[in-house]
């Protein structure tokens, strides 16, 4: 059963609410970014084992309190972990997304995100920023290293954990980078939801 729309989120705009001060997301994406995984089915096995919790807000962008597993499913720096879990006057508060799954892979980047590098010869490139649009149009896309001239798909290029190719995200709100990582539990939990493997990266608004 998936978790209910909570009685006192009514017209809760979570974007407005966390966007003045966002401190960052850990995102979850699937390692194939052609993989498509039922997003319902997903969403139930997460609730079912207590890494989210109540529905926060109806509309495309489904949007859940994290739940009574969470903290069990992830590994925090530092040995005290304080979380916000309740939105407080506007302030900003750790929350579960999950966006519907998208036609292409595409590459979810934050202010945060630094030029990829070629695997072969590790040069960067420089322009990925200009690319975006025409990858997101372009799903078979390559992109020719200036250096070495290998042509590859963009996901392909090390990004680092700094942004990301896929199809359907699950976005951990108001992470700082590197604060938080997936445990081995979560991924296996991923794996039996989807058939599979996963990966995670972090980016900031």
């Keep these: 059963m998936l978790p209910k729309v909570s009685a006192t989120s009514g017209g809760l705009d979570l974007a407005r609410r966390v966007a003045p001060n966002h401190t960052g997301r850990l995102v979850l994406t699937t390692l194939d970014p052609h993989a498509s995984p039922q997003r319902v089915l997903l969403v139930e096995m997460l609730a079912e084992k207590g890494f989210i919790g109540e529905r926060l807000a109806q509309g495309e962008v489904a949007a859940y309190a994290i739940g009574p597993g969470f903290l069990s499913l992830l590994t925090f720096a530092g040995c005290a972990v ?6 407080d006057a506007g302030a900003p508060f750790c929350h579960i ?5 998208r036609e292409h892979p595409y590459l979810l980047a934050g202010r945060n995100t630094r030029a990829p590098r070629c695997v072969g010869c590790r040069a960067r490139l420089l322009d990925w920023r200009e690319r975006r649009a025409h990858w997101a149009s372009h799903p078979h896309a390559g ?4 250096t070495c001239r290998e042509t590859r798909p ?5 990004w680092k954990q700094q942004g990301g190719f896929g199809r359907l995200f699950i976005q951990i709100e108001e992470i ?5 990582t997936p445990t081995p539990a979560l991924f296996d939990l991923l794996i039996r939801a989807t058939g599979t493997g996963w990966r995670h990266f972090y980016i900031q608004d």
């Excluded at 304080?82 to 939105?87: G, K, V």
Aim: hydrophobic content about 35%; aromatic content about 12%.
């Design 143 to 146: 992109v020719t290293c200036p």
């Design 176 to 180: 700082f980078p590197d604060e938080a």
């Design 97 to 101: 997304q999950v966006p519907p799954v």
């Design 154 to 158: 963009p996901w392909l290029w090390d």
């Design 82 to 87: 304080r979380i916000r879990s309740e939105p």
